[in-house]
């Protein structure tokens, strides 16, 4: 179970993984080596899945951005398709969804060229009929998980 402490060190590890575990310490108010062992306990848990670097697309050639809605013939939320959308790497997200289509895959390319290919792509998957793509133009923000849900 996840508590107060807990969220508050998820909250300050998400503005920054890299902080020292003393640092996290005199945020909480534990030891150092209590915090150690709590993040440690998270990490077994599953509760942090992984520690990343948030890379800027632009710098790195990918400043295309879409979200495609997946049409299907077949139910697509098993382990074929997860494994075929997992093998395609400018495809950062793939959710199964209930609505006017069976999944939202979100892709992430350099040119709009490179979108065409890719959407050539998913149309491989077994089961996919059509696609409805929206295309980003401008990210006003994108917000890690708060690790402080709402109250009622």
Same mark, same amino acid.
């Given at each position: 179970?996840?508590?107060?402490?807990?969220? &508050?060190?998820?909250?300050?590890?998400? &503005?920054?993984?890299?902080?020292?575990?003393?640092? =996290?310490?005199?945020?909480?108010? =534990?030891?150092?080596?209590?915090?150690?062992?709590?993040?440690?306990?998270?990490?077994?848990?599953?509760?942090?899945?992984? &520690? &990343?670097v948030d890379v800027d697309p632009t710098a790195v050639g990918r400043a295309v951005l879409a979200f495609v809605l997946? @049409?299907?013939?077949?139910?697509?939320?098993?382990?074929?398709?997860?494994?075929?959308?997992?093998?395609?790497?400018?495809? @950062?997200?793939?959710?199964?969804?209930?609505?006017?289509?069976?999944?939202?895959?979100?892709?992430?390319?350099?040119?709009?060229?490179?979108?065409?290919?890719?959407?050539?792509?998913?149309?491989?998957? @077994?089961?996919?009929?059509?696609?409805?793509?929206?295309?980003?133009?401008?990210?006003?923000?994108?917000?890690?998980?708060?690790?402080?849900?709402?109250?009622?």
């Open positions: 179970m996840v508590d107060e402490v807990d969220r &508050t060190l998820l909250a300050a590890l998400q &503005t920054d993984a890299t902080q020292s575990y003393a640092t =996290l310490a005199g945020t909480v108010g =534990l030891s150092t080596g209590a915090v150690h062992d709590r993040v440690r306990k998270l990490r077994q848990q599953g509760v942090i899945r992984r &520690t &990343t997946v @049409e299907a013939n077949a139910w697509m939320g098993d382990a074929p398709t997860r494994e075929a959308l997992a093998a395609l790497p400018e495809v @950062e997200e793939a959710h199964v969804i209930a609505g006017p289509a069976s999944l939202l895959v979100k892709i992430r390319v350099g040119t709009p060229e490179q979108l065409q290919a890719s959407l050539r792509r998913l149309f491989q998957v @077994e089961g996919v009929t059509g696609t409805q793509t929206v295309v980003v133009l401008e990210s006003f923000f994108e917000r890690p998980i708060d690790p402080f849900p709402p109250g009622p």
